[in-house]
């Protein structure tokens, strides 16, 4: 099937400090891979983007680098800011079938970021 | 500004009124989607439109009713809703070209409370 694991928050840091949150996804097909970011009573912001094995996104300072051999795409930012504060949420495009245009997302994860 | 505006953004209605969520978007995107975003639950999607053409239902209850009369503009008609309704209501849109590489970008929202 088509799904996709976050880890589980909150996730609490200081400003400045090194920022990772996990996502891996299922291997069915070759699925386009997504961060969106969600501000507080904002909806979704697409943050980065992946499309084939071993691309890269980036934006803003926040990196994700597509891997298939294990099956994951996680978020990393080296110095984390107060305005980072958001809940973010992994995503995959479905991959075949007839869900057109169907996004499978994580549950979020919870970041505060404190000063 | 993402481009894709929803009205109303904050909504409170009885079990037994009938109201509707608007969303239009600017982006000359020919697919829009509607999305339930509730606590504690990972984004589930509700309804596809492509080309003004319902795509997808991922099983919706009946007193959830879309319409979408054109490319740019998507409603979502409400029922005797329940108060396990209440959550925010996402609606999203993409070019409609390449579903599963294809970027969808949201709007704000509707946070909906059931009385």
């Known amino acids: 099937g088509n799904s996709v694991t976050q880890m589980e928050g909150p996730v609490t840091l200081s400003e400045e400090a090194f920022l990772t949150i996990n996502c891996t996804y299922t291997?069915?097909?070759?699925?386009?891979l997504f961060w969106y970011v969600q501000y507080p009573g904002e909806g979704l912001q697409l943050l980065l983007k992946?499309?084939?094995?071993?691309d890269k996104g980036s934006n803003k300072g926040f990196e994700a680098t597509y891997r298939k051999e294990t099956t994951s795409f996680h978020l990393e930012k080296g110095s984390v800011q107060v305005s980072d504060s958001a809940v973010y949420f992994c995503?995959?495009?479905?991959?075949?079938?007839?869900?057109?245009?169907?996004?499978?997302f994580g549950q979020g994860t919870i970041l505060t970021v404190h000063p | 500004e993402t481009g894709v505006t929803q009205t109303p953004r904050h909504l409170v209605m009885g079990m037994t009124n009938k109201k509707s969520l608007k969303c239009e978007q600017h982006?000359?995107?020919?697919?829009m989607y509607w999305y339930k975003q509730s606590a504690k639950k990972p984004l589930e999607l509700m309804f596809v439109y492509n080309f003004k053409e319902q795509t997808e239902n991922n099983s919706v209850p009946s007193r959830f009713s879309p319409e979408c009369p054109n490319s740019s503009h998507l409603f979502l008609h409400l029922h005797t809703l329940q108060p396990e309704d209440s959550a925010l209501y996402l609606c999203?849109?993409?070019?409609?070209?390449?579903?599963?590489?294809?970027?969808?970008?949201f709007g704000p929202g509707t946070r909906l409370l059931v009385l």
């Open positions: 982006l000359g995107h020919n697919a």
């Open positions: 291997a069915t097909g070759y699925p386009s």
């Open positions: 995503a995959r495009t479905n991959a075949g079938g007839t869900s057109y245009g169907k996004l499978t």
């Open positions: 992946a499309t084939k094995a071993d």
């Open positions: 999203a849109s993409s070019q409609g070209r390449d579903p599963y590489q294809e970027t969808q970008y």
